[in-house]
């Protein structure tokens, strides 16, 4: 089936640091989707991608779906702590309808 | 307000004994899924309906079972045959094919805990 290669698995930043994840596919999307979980609750969705070269921005997020339309990446600019928790992609493709493929997510530490 | 909600968020079980879990949307969304999450993992996926009625299995839907029997309710069983139950368990809804769209929103979560 469907793999995404998720970077880095974790990280420990300095606040105010800026952030930069990304995430690989063998295999072509159509959709590209980040997510945010705090510990012990649901993933929340922070950027949805629909078109290859696509960036989009909210707020200090910002995300682009890769020309290729393998991978991704997601930017954090100006980290404060309550950036902490995990951050997954989601992929999903025409061929594959009605289920998306995930990556491992990345932890990601801040400290004060 | 609309959204998703799983209940209970804590559910303690005996080894043995099945146990439903809650998933309810209120968003007309006609596609629901059910994730298992072990910690520090990511997101496996369980079963999955496209359309009240119709399920499929996902890649570890041994030891489980789901209904959908309506639109809003998609709850899952977790049965004495899994051998390895306690996990965090998530449920998610997307528009579906209908609406071209693939974006799922999760609910809370609930944490499954057998003793």
């Known amino acids: 089936g469907q793999q995404l290669n998720q970077s880095p698995q974790s990280m420990f930043i300095q606040e105010g640091e800026d952030v930069s994840m990304n995430c690989t596919s063998s295999?072509?999307?159509?959709?590209w989707l980040w997510y945010k979980q705090d510990p012990g609750e649901g993933p929340v969705l922070l950027i949805a991608?629909?078109?290859?070269?696509e960036l989009t921005s909210n707020g200090r997020l910002t995300a682009q779906f890769g020309i290729t339309r393998k991978d991704s990446f997601l930017n954090i600019s100006a980290s404060i702590p309550s950036d902490v928790g995990i951050y997954f992609c989601?992929?999903?493709?025409?061929?594959?309808?009605?289920?998306?493929?995930f990556g491992d997510g990345t932890t990601l530490t801040v400290k004060p | 307000d609309g959204g998703i909600t799983q209940s209970p968020k804590y559910l303690f079980r005996k080894e043995g004994q099945n146990v439903t879990l809650s998933c309810e949307q209120n968003?007309?969304?006609?596609?629901m899924y059910w994730y298992r999450q072990d910690p520090g993992q990511g997101l496996r996926l369980i079963y999955y309906?496209?359309?009240?009625?119709?399920?499929q299995k996902g890649d570890i839907a041994e030891g489980y079972s789901v209904s959908r029997e309506k639109k809003e309710s998609f709850p899952l069983t977790v049965t004495s045959a899994q051998k390895n139950p306690t996990a965090f368990y998530l449920c998610?809804?997307?528009?579906?094919?209908?609406?071209?769209?693939?974006?799922?929103?999760f609910g809370p979560g609930t944490r499954l805990t057998v003793l």
């Open positions: 968003l007309n969304h006609d596609a």
């Open positions: 295999s072509i999307f159509n959709t």
């Open positions: 309906s496209q359309i009240v009625n119709d399920f």
């Open positions: 991608l629909y078109k290859a070269g």
């Open positions: 989601a992929g999903s493709s025409n061929t594959n309808a009605g289920k998306s493929t």
């Open positions: 998610a809804s997307s528009i579906g094919a209908r609406g071209g769209g693939d974006t799922q929103y």
